[in-house]
């Protein structure tokens, strides 16, 4: 299971202020008391709509406010309603208010009130009395409900990425969605899994894209197959291999055979096969790859050459993949349900992993770097082999640390620790 947060301010609108005013009439001295009753404030209100399924949407607008209340005015003329916000937000989503659920958005069309407008003051003309003829005084509209609120939507993926580690998930994920997680040419790139909304025909797929398998996997090799938690209950399975593999039918078995020994029913969801980075590669090397992978899939199962760089296949396999989600939502019901104790991803949990701190540690003269994501490199850093090291300094470069150890004063020979881990030189030594 999925689950996206978002926290957005709801503020409904404030009541129109009650007017003070007398009546003028020609002939009459002292006209009695016409003051018009503000309108009422907006209310925003939340609606449940299948045509969305994400709250990305409100990343980037997270103020969602109705419209005041226009205040009275003379001749009793009240003032104009604020006209309430409709916010669409999609199936499933949860809304609570200082950690109590105030709405549940679970059906198509369905409404909740989460902020109510003000109600507007009374003109004077409420307040004549016999004691009081000329009543100097109006209400002030009441100000409308206005707070914090934490959405949160809990959904399924349709769609799980498997693949070696490099094979070009990550790379499939951010052509075919808004995500943008981490691509580059070395193994386990991506250490957490990512989530998707993929466009098509109208329609829309959820996917999630997890770290890399290897031969082993299920026995806790590489990343192990920890992270196949999150893509058990996908519909459908991409299962993504790098057409430069010198033997793509070994890869494809190994994988299934590591899907095999995590569960009967993974390697049992229905499949589609993509072989990658064909863009560069002669047709008859192509077609040799495609016929080598077709000894060894399912029959059923349909290998597409793709390449996410060239755009080249990827509408066809969405297509597909669509198709077969349909059909295994309709023939197992049980997959579209949720249930609480499913594994959790929030989308772009990146930002919040890749954040670091460097600390200059005075007695022990060492740079000190704290963050999730920094120390799991560095945990499988071999700290013996020169190269390795050197990966990870490029790491740091490339997440920013280099150039706030810098600016902390980093020299050459300047120590570095990372987590708990052994300490290394900044620049090679
Ligand atoms: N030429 C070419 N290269 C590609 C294509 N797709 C991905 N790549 C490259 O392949 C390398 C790995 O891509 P990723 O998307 O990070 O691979 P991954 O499967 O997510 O890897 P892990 O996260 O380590 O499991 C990167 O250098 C990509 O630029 C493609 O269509 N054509
Ligand atoms: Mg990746």
Same mark, same amino acid.
């Given at each position: 299971m999925?689950?996206d947060?978002?926290? #957005?301010?709801?503020?409904?609108g ?9 009546r003028h009439?020609?002939? #009459?001295?002292?006209g009695g ?11 925003? %209100? =939340? ?12 990343r980037?607008?997270p103020?969602?406010? +109705?419209?005041?209340? #226009?205040?009275?005015?003379?001749? !009793?003329?009240a003032?104009r309603?604020?006209e309430?916000?409709?916010? !669409?937000?999609?199936? *499933? /989503?949860?809304v609570?208010?200082d950690g109590?659920t &105030? ?8 409404? @909740?009130? @989460?902020? $109510?407008g ?8 409420h =307040?004549?009395?016999s ?11 009441e ?5 914090? +609120?934490?959405?949160e ?23 075919v ?12 790139? /991506?250490?957490t ?13 959820? %996917?999630?894209?997890i ?9 806790? !090799?590489?990343?192990?197959d ?6 058990e209950? /996908?519909a459908?399975l991409?299962h993504? &291999?790098?057409a ?27 499949? #589609?096969?993509?072989? /990658? $980075?064909c863009e *560069?590669?002669?047709t008859?090397?192509?077609?040799m790859?495609?016929?080598e992978?077709?000894?060894?899939v399912?029959? *059923?199962?349909?290998?597409?050459? &793709? ?7 990827i509408?066809e396999?969405?297509?597909e ?21 499913? @594994? ?9 992993s ?19 994501? &920094?120390?799991? =490199?560095?945990r ?10 050197n ?6 470069r490339r997440?920013?640390?280099g150039h706030?150890?810098t ?9 570095i ?13």
């Amino acid at each position: 299971m999925f689950v996206d947060t978002a926290t #957005v301010s709801v503020s409904a609108g404030k009541g129109g202020d009650g007017a003070v005013s007398f009546r003028h009439e020609i002939y #009459v001295d002292k006209g009695g008391p016409d003051g018009g009753d503000g309108g009422k404030g907006g209310d925003v %209100i =939340f609606v449940a709509t299948e045509n969305l399924n994400t709250l990305l949407d409100f990343r980037y607008k997270p103020e969602l406010k +109705a419209q005041d209340g #226009v205040a009275g005015s003379k001749r !009793k003329r009240a003032g104009r309603m604020g006209e309430s916000l409709y916010v !669409k937000v999609p199936m *499933g /989503t949860v809304v609570t208010r200082d950690g109590v659920t &105030i709405a549940d958005l679970t059906d198509n069309g369905q409404e @909740v009130v @989460v902020a $109510k407008g003000g109600d507007g003051g009374f003109g004077n003309a409420h =307040f004549t009395s016999s004691t009081r003829q000329t009543p100097r005084m109006a209400e002030l509209g009441e100000l409308g409900d206005s707070f914090e +609120a934490e959405l949160e939507l809990k959904l399924l993926a349709d769609v799980g990425l498997v693949g070696f580690p490099n094979a070009g998930k990550s790379t499939f994920l951010s052509v075919v969605s808004n995500a943008r997680p981490e691509i580059a040419d070395y193994a386990f790139t /991506t250490l957490t899994p990512n989530l998707g909304v993929a466009d098509i025909d109208s329609t829309s797929l959820l %996917i999630a894209d997890i770290p890399g398998l290897i031969e082993g996997a299920s026995q806790g !090799k590489g990343l192990g197959d920890a992270f196949l938690r999150h893509v058990e209950r /996908t519909a459908v399975l991409l299962h993504l &291999i790098d057409a430069y593999s010198n033997d793509v039918a070994a890869a494809y078995t190994t994988i299934r055979n590591e899907l095999a020994s995590y569960s009967d029913t993974l390697v049992g969801r229905p499949e #589609v096969v993509g072989l /990658t $980075k064909c863009e *560069g590669l002669d047709t008859e090397i192509i077609d040799m790859q495609l016929a080598e992978l077709r000894k060894v899939v399912p029959s *059923g199962t349909t290998v597409y050459p &793709i390449s996410a760089l060239a755009h080249h296949g990827i509408k066809e396999v969405l297509r597909e993949l669509y198709q077969q989600v349909e059909l295994a939502r309709k023939q197992k019901p049980e997959l579209a349900e949720v249930d609480d104790d499913q @594994v959790v991803i929030t989308l772009n949990n990146r930002a919040r992993s890749e954040q670091w701190q460097v600390e200059f540690d005075e007695s022990a003269q060492v740079y000190v770097v704290t963050g999730e994501k &920094i120390e799991k =490199f560095a945990r499988r850093t071999n700290y013996d082999q020169y190269e390795s090291v050197n990966r990870l300094r490029d790491i740091m470069r490339r997440l920013g640390i280099g150039h706030e150890l810098t600016r902390q004063g980093a020299a050459g020979d300047s120590v570095i620790r990372i987590g708990h881990n052994r300490t290394f030189t900044f620049v090679e030594q």
